[in-house]
């Protein structure tokens, strides 16, 4: 007799909730976007939508808040996988939100753009009208994260309360909001780093070549490596060097650390990850480790 097995993996459970999300939000929602960067979580993002819509094409634009200062192999990815799937890319920029007066330019030595994206986001979020936004966050990377809702509510100032928290049953989720409010939604709460790597390997997925070994000119500060570029301000008691690495999420250049690595294939990167006890953003983020409330009081801010 044909034994059929029935079994579900892991990936299998967390790829139809994030469809399910998906679809949730298309069917609730107006006006929503999915905020597209380029990066590793944001592109699994992107492949669980193009699954939950095929064989139509994914029903919402993407967006990016580009801080004018990412790392090029990423926004080369990222133009080139929209135009591939014939989506609509919405880039707010940093740059022209400094260039209207809406934020000031960060300076010395520590400066970076991130923390202006808060802005950007908001006015875009403002100016295109969109109601729900997709975001790749996932609760393993951090506190903050870790006790956030699946659909986490953000009111007319685009403001997280975490006192403020609707209810969140099971698989039933909160999408009532007046005009000027919006809703983040994080489909890929409930995966982990390590889930991520999996699917890509899984799907077959293009990333950037960022995300693996390769030789590159950086200097260290506080126990990261940022890399030698324009934007970056160093030291002089801050001396080049070039070693081998590779990036566990990317950002902006000023504040994201590369971390020493010999992994060139996404087999060698699940190796690499599996054995880590240091979140990715832990080890390469250098605003997420000014304080332990930091990406907290981001949130709190409006950008996460």
Known sequence: ?????????????????????????????ERPCLLFSGGKDSIVMLRVAEKAFWPAPIPFPLMHVDTGHNFPEVIEFRDRRAAELSARLVVASVQASIDAGRVAEETGRRASRNRLQTTTLLDAIEEHEFDAVFGGARRDEEKARAKERVFSFRDDFGQWDPKNQRPELWNLYNSKIRKGEHIRVFPLSNWTELDIWDYIRREGIEIPSIYFAHTRSVFERDGMLLPDAEVVRRGEDEPLFEATVRYRTVG???????????????EQIIEEIAVTRLTERGATRADDRASEAAMEDRKKEGYF
Request: proline share 0%.
């Open 1 to 29: 007799m044909l034994q059929r097995d029935y079994t579900t993996s892991q990936l299998d459970v967390l790829e139809a909730e994030a469809i399910h999300i998906m679809r949730e939000v298309a069917a609730e929602f």
């Open 252 to 266: 902006d250049m000023t504040c994201t650390g590369a971390v020493a690595s010999t992994a060139v294939t996404v």
